[in-house]
Each structure stands twice: as structure tokens, then as C-alpha cells.
């Protein structure tokens, strides 16, 4: 029996089946029509659709011969200044193959690269720019250094749009033969936090377990709590009740299996969505900013957790004095 990882198998094959980056997509068809592009800078979250385009590009400009003439590297990997020097540098002076104008290297993670070997790159984007273009993918546009964003034209991915991403998903179940209702659907977008990929994974992860797609498996399969468990545990917290919130919370994460990395991603969501007055939710999320900073850096999780809620359990008292 054939098995296939669904980001790859429902991965778009040309330009026309990328969802949520319309402009983008408008743009990138008028070079392939010219038969001819800039370097390009592809910048914007992760699971948007950033690989996706690049490829679907190669295979819309190429054709037949895409493959000979597209190469996708990771600099997350490969980050050095050998790299541009010697692997980088070798595809880049070799001729185009099978009639192509030009070739493509896809250096995905770009902002990973080191200050020197982005040096590097841009003389080397320089040097044969005739026989070959570069197609830079990076989260974080700002980590690229200057000279390199001057001479690529810059397209910005924004998180796939609700809609967009429901009927993508809507049509990959119907596919594969799965059921799923529309609070399913709001469930698996609010998961995936306009994460394509995200979103996918989650839904072959759920079909794995059932063909009837329910918010149940969803939560369970991707270590989410329901949005009104958190807010319950933020309101038990603000009304002054530390240890029945720290219960709670401990309940939470063992039933789900959440880190404390997760936990605060959701709490700065409930808190960001919540109807709590402005003022409120700027000391909260002050607050809970540092506690991310401390648990990156190592920090106990337990400690940190525990610090939050004891801070919402004291900061209506203090703010009161």
C-alpha cells in the first residue's frame, strides 16, 4: 500500500495551485510569461508557502527540465562561507541544461547564513547573474544583510487567510475520504495559527486515528488545549484563586502534554482575544513576555508557570492600591 506524507503529496505543482498569496502569484506570473526573473527574496512565516512557490516557479519557467536546472539547498545546514565559496559557486558557473535561459538555486533558511557568507553570496549573485538566479527564503527579512535585499526584488508571504485555507483543506479531505464539520475546521485553523503545513500534518495525524474528524482529536493529536480551558484558568488566576488556577493548569498540561512553550503561546492568544480591559492586558502581556524570555533561556517551567499565575493572582490587589 502506498503511503505519502500529505504536505508533500498536496503540495502545489505550478504557480496556479499555490492558495493565500494571490498578489505574489500575479507578480511571479508575468516574469514566467517573460521568461525571465530577478533574484527574489521570499519572506514571511513559516508554513505559507514560500518552498511551494519556488518550486512551482522552476517547474512553470523549466518545464520538463526543472530539475536539471533547480537546486534547493538549506543554509541552516550548510551556513559557512565554504559553502557559497565551493558548492554554491560550482552549480551557479555551470550552462542552464535542455534550451533553459538560466538556473535556480533555492537557498532556503537564508537568514541563517553568516554575515561572511552572505558577503560571499552577493558577489557571487553578481558574478553570474547571466547564467543563473537565486531564490532566497527566509523568515525574518531584517537578518539579510542589505546589500543582498538591494538587488533581489522582495515579495513578503502572509499567513495563508482563513477562508483560503478552509477550502484547501475542505477539498483535501473530500480526497481522502474524510469527514469533517465546520467546527472541526475553525478547530484545525486555530491550531495551525496560519500555518499551512501546519494545519495539514494535524489533519493526516487525525485521520490516522479516524475518518470522522472531530475538535477532540484534533486538541489531542497536537498537544492544543481547548481556548475556554485557558481562559477559564486566566480568569480563575485574576479573581485571586492562585492554587485552584495552578491545579488547573498542571491538569492541562499533563492531559495534553504541553510544554511550557506551548502554554505561553496560548495564553498570549487568549489573553491578546480576551474582552480583559486594554490596561490589563498590557501588564499581562508585559509580564508573560518575560516569562517566554526566561524559559528560552532555560528557566524551570514549572517555576515560571507557577510565577505567572501568582502575578495574575496579585495584580487586581495591586493595581487597586
Not at 33 to 42: A, D, T, V
Not at 256 to 277: K, T
Request: net charge negative.
Amino acid at each position: 500500500m502506498e503511503t505519502e506524507i500529505w504536505v508533500e503529496k498536496y503540495r502545489p505543482k505550478t504557480l496556479d495551485e499555490v492558495v493565500g498569496q494571490d498578489e505574489i502569484i500575479q507578480r511571479l506570473k508575468s516574469y514566467v510569461k517573460q521568461k525571465n526573473i530577478p533574484h527574489l527574496l521570499f519572506a514571511g512565516p513559516p508554513g505559507t508557502g514560500k518552498t511551494a512557490t519556488a518550486i512551482a516557479l522552476a517547474r512553470d519557467l523549466f518545464g520538463e527540465v526543472w530539475r536539471e536546472n533547480f537546486i534547493e539547498m538549506n543554509a541552516s545546514d550548510e551556513r559557512g562561507i565554504d559553502v557559497v565559496r565551493h558548492k554554491i559557486k560550482e552549480f551557479a558557473r555551470t550552462a542552464p541544461i535542455g534550451g533553459a535561459p538560466f538556473k535556480i538555486i533555492f537557498l532556503d533558511e537564508a537568514d541563517a547564513l553568516t554575515a561572511d557568507a552572505q558577503a560571499a553570496l552577493r558577489r557571487t549573485m553578481e558574478m553570474y547573474s547571466k547564467v543563473c538566479r537565486f531564490i532566497l527564503s527566509c523568515n525574518y527579512v531584517s537578518r539579510i544583510i542589505e546589500p543582498i535585499q538591494s538587488r533581489c526584488a522582495v515579495f513578503k508571504f502572509k499567513p495563508v487567510p482563513k477562508e483560503a485555507m478552509k477550502k484547501r483543506l475542505k477539498e483535501i479531505a473530500e480526497n481522502e475520504g474524510l469527514e469533517i464539520d465546520d467546527e472541526a475546521l475553525e478547530v484545525l485553523i486555530y491550531i495551525s495559527g496560519g500555518d499551512f503545513r501546519k494545519a495539514i500534518n494535524a489533519l493526516q495525524g487525525a485521520a490516522a486515528l479516524d475518518k470522522r474528524i472531530t475538535p477532540e482529536i484534533l486538541y489531542q493529536i497536537t498537544a492544543t488545549a481547548r481556548p475556554e480551558e485557558l481562559r477559564k484558568i486566566i480568569d480563575t488566576a485574576l479573581k485571586g484563586n492562585y492554587l485552584q488556577a495552578k491545579d488547573m493548569l498542571e491538569n492541562l498540561m499533563a492531559e495534553y502534554g504541553m510544554s511550557g512553550e506551548d502554554v505561553v503561546s496560548q495564553l498570549f492568544r487568549e489573553i491578546m482575544y480576551s474582552n480583559l480591559d486594554e490596561k490589563l492586558k498590557v501588564v499581562l502581556i508585559d509580564k508573560l513576555g518575560e516569562i517566554d524570555f526566561r524559559l528560552t533561556e532555560g528557566a524551570s517551567e514549572l517555576i515560571q508557570l507557577n510565577a505567572y499565575l501568582a502575578f495574575l493572582s496579585t495584580i487586581q490587589k495591586r493595581r487597586g492600591e
